[in-house]
């Protein structure tokens, strides 16, 4: 059985993005850049919500090509579009890059990929994230914390039917204030 694992960028009240849809908050180091390529490079398959699919899509195909791009950046970017994707959305019907379009209840779906062998997912998206968090999928979070309040946005959190017992298994703090703890759902 796969694991999965959810985990993005935060604001310290719990946003993954502000009004608006701003990612413009985070305060990125090398170092931090480099914990979640080193973590990227361990999955297998990559799950996306609309939202977070239409902007991974616009900026990593052709990020290692960037004049800036640092190597972290590049192996990223070869990675990301290396590594299988899924996206869940009913409201486009187009996807590229190595990628294949689920246009149905999110759940099931993620269930008979979860039960497969091999290596472990990423859910990416809150809204996508939520539903796989209510259905008790999701088998290990990672919460990185950026040192800002946005007052409002998208929560790294939806609304939950039950509680969710967790068991801290790392942290880490970064360059920036930039913290991150690592939890493995307790069954």
Excluded: C
């Excluded at 719990?14 to 170092?31: K, V």
């Excluded at 994707?85 to 019907?93: A, E, G, N, Q, R």
């Excluded at 290990?140 to 298994?169: A, C, K, M, Q, S």
Aim: avoid cysteine; glycine fraction near 10%; hydrophobic fraction near 40%.
């Amino acid at each position: 059985m796969r694991k999965l694992i959810y985990g993005m960028n935060l604001s310290l009240d719990g946003y993954i993005a502000a009004p608006g849809d701003d990612l413009g908050w985070g305060r990125s180091s090398d170092e931090s850049f480099q914990w979640w390529l080193e973590r990227e490079l361990s999955i297998g398959l990559f799950l996306y919500g609309r939202k977070l699919w239409e902007t991974m899509s616009s900026h990593w195909p052709t990020g290692d090509q960037q004049p800036d791009a640092t190597p972290a950046q590049i192996e990223f970017a070869r990675n990301w579009r290396d590594t299988p994707k899924v996206v869940f959305s009913s409201t486009i019907d187009k996807v590229d890059w190595n990628t294949r379009l689920v246009t149905g209840d999110a759940v099931p779906e993620i269930t008979r990929l979860k039960a497969a062998d091999g290596a472990p997912m990423r859910v990416g998206g809150a809204t996508l994230a939520g539903a796989a968090l209510r259905a008790g999928l999701i088998d290990e979070y990672e919460v990185v914390t950026h040192p800002v309040l946005v007052g409002g946005g998208t929560p790294f959190f939806t609304t939950l039917d039950n509680w969710v017992n967790l068991n801290l298994i790392e942290t880490r703090t970064f360059p920036n204030g930039v913290t991150m703890a690592r939890y493995e759902t307790t069954r």
